[in-house]
């Protein structure tokens, strides 16, 4: 899935770099179906093919071809 990237400072909210994964939920992307709110959580392989959990965020209700951005807290 097309996942894009995003590092955010914003010295008006917070000191902090806040990280970003944004998609969109459409057929393309290999979603492509309305996606109740709740917890989604974020895995990566690591250099053995296995996944590795790395963080979850929540999500609203997201309909089809609506734009997800969850907030991670690790780095790239």
Do not use: C
């Not at 995003?6 to 393309?28: A, C, G, P």
């Amino acid at each position: 899935m097309p996942i894009e990237k995003k590092l955010i400072y914003d010295s008006f909210v917070s000191e902090k770099v806040f990280s970003y994964l944004t998609f969109r939920n459409s057929n393309e992307s290999g979603l492509g179906m309305s996606l109740p709110k709740g917890v989604v959580r974020i895995y990566s392989a690591d250099s053995s093919g296995e996944f590795q959990f790395l963080e979850k965020d929540r999500i609203k209700h997201t309909p089809e071809a609506g734009k997800l951005r969850l907030t991670v807290r690790f780095g790239f």
